[in-house]
């Protein structure tokens, strides 16, 4: 489950923004003074967001984003004059701070970084009967067409994407098809 992490200089602010984020059904959030601080939760976890001051007491947000774990996404908190000058590519919310923009940002980013990281965890492996299916495929097209083993991988790849199938189900299908021409 993702996490919500705030980080702010006065840690009676961070606490006030996780009370609202609770209060809204987020059920983990943090809050925290320092940045080192931050980063030892942040570990703790698989994916998350992190709310942050634009000058903490140990480091600047910059140094902060470029610390995090690949499925944490930062939202640089400040006013508008700062956020302005902030980099591209930063997420931010300006203050004074409305509880909308900031539980609707909070809900659309951690679903994305969820999203990534239930991703990233499902590498899924073939079968050795799935693996066959697809080297006889490209075996039969080679002979057939002409095509290198490169150009026979292809041709599946592009077909399964083209007809919405994985490229087991299409290697299937060319087989079947070759296989009653022939």
Known sequence: MSVVVIVLPKLEDAKKIRKILMGHGFPQVFAYATA???????????????????????????????????????????SASTVSAADTGILSLTT??????????????????????????????????????????????????????????????KSSMDNGTNMVETAQMILTLLFEEG
Do not use: W
């Open 36 to 78: 080192s601080a931050a980063l030892s939760e942040i570990r703790e976890h698989e994916s998350g967001m992190v709310i942050s001051g634009y000058h903490l007491k140990d480091m600047y947000y910059t140094e902060l984003a470029d610390s995090l774990p690949l499925h944490f996404e930062l939202v640089l908190l400040g």
């Open 96 to 157: 004074p701070l409305k509880v909308y923009d900031l539980v609707n940002t909070a809900e659309m980013v951690l679903h994305q970084m969820e999203r990534m990281a239930k991703k990233a965890r499902k590498p899924k492996r073939r079968s050795e009967r799935e693996d066959n299916y697809i080297k006889n495929a490209k075996v039969l097209l080679m002979e057939r067409n002409h095509l290198s083993e490169e150009e026979a991988h292809r041709y599946i790849q």
